[in-house]
C-alpha cells in the first residue's frame, strides 16, 4: 500500500516562506507525476504544481514566480518551496503520486493534507 507522508505546512506571515515535503513509501517503476493541489474552503481542490519523473513542471498561473516544485527520486521525495505568500494561498495542500505502471495499470494517490495558513 502506497502512503505519502505531507510534512511542512504552519502559519505564516504575508511576504514569508513555507517549504512542505512529501515522502512516497513505495518507489513504483515507470514514470509518474507527483505535486501538489490545495483546496481553500468552500472551494474545489486545484492544481498548484506538479513534477515528472524526468522534470518537467507545470504551475498554476497565481503561484508562477512564488512556488517552486522540485523532487529527489531517490527519496521517492516532492518538495514545494512557496515564497511570497498570501492570503489568497491559505488552504490545505494535499500531495499526489499519479501515473501508470510498467504493465498499464494507472495508479493515483492522495496524501492526507496539511494546512497552510497566511495571516498576520
Known amino acids: 500500500q502506497v502512503q505519502l507522508v505531507e510534512s511542512g505546512g504552519g502559519l505564516v506571515q504575508p511576504g514569508g516562506s513555507l517549504t512542505l515535503s512529501c515522502a512516497s513509501s513505495?518507489?513504483?517503476?515507470?514514470?509518474?507525476?507527483m505535486g501538489w493541489y490545495r483546496q481553500a474552503p468552500g472551494k474545489q481542490r486545484e492544481l498548484v504544481a506538479v513534477?515528472?519523473?524526468?522534470?518537467?513542471?507545470n504551475y498554476a498561473d497565481s503561484v508562477k514566480g512564488r512556488f517552486t516544485v522540485s523532487r529527489d527520486n531517490a527519496k521517492n521525495t516532492v518538495y514545494l518551496q512557496m515564497n511570497s505568500l498570501k492570503a489568497e494561498d491559505t488552504a490545505v495542500y494535499y500531495c499526489?503520486?499519479?501515473?501508470?505502471?510498467?504493465?498499464?495499470?494507472?495508479?493515483?494517490?492522495w496524501g492526507q493534507g496539511t494546512q497552510v495558513t497566511v495571516s498576520s
Open positions: 513534477i515528472a519523473s524526468g522534470g518537467s513542471t
Open positions: 499526489n503520486l499519479a501515473g501508470n505502471t510498467p504493465l498499464g495499470r494507472r495508479y493515483d494517490y
Open positions: 513505495v518507489r513504483i517503476p515507470g514514470d509518474n507525476a
